[in-house]
């Protein structure tokens, strides 16, 4: 049970702003927000994640709800190499969980 | 954070044969797992393994069909034994990295197929 429930898909114009978001209403007070990305025949990729405070690093920024059972990954100006799947997983002490995750389609 | 080596990165197994994947990290790392991801589906955890301790297996993996090693902080093998069609999946390693506030590496995956 990956406890969080993202779009199936999305879609955005390159050179864009896009704005993924994910609910998890269960989560923890201890339970991190993270975002991993795998592109077509690759591995997941570390995009982001955080605890409490909005996070920003040069991939992406992570916007966590006051109450935290929502959050939103954005990525500033889309690209096509920005087309994956982007998964949003909640973690503890824990392996992480992956859910479907949103297919993000860039077009151009 | 880590740098993963996974190999093979692919492989094409007869049926009833066993595959064994490597994954190297470039540094040592306390936590290691791996995954797998069926065609079309996401990522589904196999088990974790920790250096000096037995893997640690999901519901619904065994450790006769999918036997772990980590004989050290830097290393993990999983073997696919006794392989069938079904088996045919992309495997993937990933460590745990920044201490208690983990981010995690993965491995670029093993694609095998059964035949």
């Known amino acids: 049970d990956a406890k969080t429930t993202q779009p199936n898909s999305m879609e955005s114009n390159e050179e864009e702003p896009v704005h993924l978001p994910c609910n998890h209403s269960t989560i923890s007070g201890t339970d991190y927000i993270h975002w991993y990305r795998q592109l077509p025949s690759q591995g997941p990729e570390y995009v982001i994640h955080g605890l409490t405070s909005n996070v920003n690093n040069r991939m992406a920024s992570l916007a966590i709800a006051e109450d935290r059972k929502s959050s939103t990954l954005i990525l500033h100006r889309a690209t096509l190499r920005d087309a994956a799947v982007y998964y949003c997983i909640r973690a503890g002490n824990t392996p992480l969980v992956f859910g479907k995750g949103t297919r993000l389609s860039v077009i151009a | 954070s880590a740098v993963i080596s996974q190999k093979p990165s692919r492989d094409i197994c007869q049926r009833g044969t066993s595959l064994t994947i490597q994954c190297q990290v470039d540094s040592q790392v306390t936590m290691m797992f791996w995954y797998r991801q069926q065609p079309g589906q996401s990522l589904t955890l196999i088990a974790t393994a920790n250096q000096g301790s037995e893997a640690t297996y999901e519901s619904g993996f065994v450790i006769d069909k999918f036997p772990i090693s980590r004989p050290n902080l830097t290393f993990s093998t999983l073997t696919v034994s006794n392989m069938s069609p079904e088996d045919s999946s992309i495997y993937l390693c990933?460590?745990?990295?920044?201490?208690?506030?983990?981010?995690?590496?993965f491995g670029s995956g093993t694609r095998l197929t059964v035949v």
């Open positions: 990933s460590v745990a990295w920044g201490g208690t506030n983990y981010g995690y590496t």
